[in-house]
Nanobody
């Protein structure tokens, strides 16, 4: 079992940057592929990025490709999301999740979730 706690959200101007962190408990963190999802008010939760258990492979939604970078430190049980060139449409609650089975792009493929951290991008 993995418990996840996100941090690093906040208010930032368009064009700015933020780094989200996700602290994981449990020795099994390093065996899980991990993902970041986000949910804006009135919208469905959507895939942002994913990373393999080793960190050797990464995957991104087209909307964030080239602006966001996912990474992990298995020695520290940490997952990160570096967000640059933020846009108004990036405003959402961001969640980290541990992948269970299936496509990295579907939220149903993840079985452990954090509580989320709010990211608000202002003009």
């Amino acid at each position: 079992q993995v418990q996840l706690v996100e941090s690093g959200g906040g208010l930032v101007q368009a064009g700015g940057s933020l780094r989200l962190s996700c602290a994981a408990s449990g020795r099994t963190f390093r065996t899980y592929a991990m993902g970041w999802f986000r949910q804006a008010p009135g919208k469905e939760r959507e895939f942002v990025a994913a990373i393999s258990w080793s960190g050797g492979s990464t995957y991104y939604a087209d909307s964030v490709k080239g602006r966001f970078a996912i990474s992990r430190d298995n020695g520290k049980n940490m997952l990160y999301l570096e967000m640059n060139s933020l846009k108004l449409e990036d405003t959402a609650v961001y969640y980290c999740a541990a992948h269970y089975s299936g496509s990295y792009y579907y939220f149903s493929s993840y079985d452990y979730w954090g509580q989320g951290t709010q990211v608000t991008v202002s003009s």
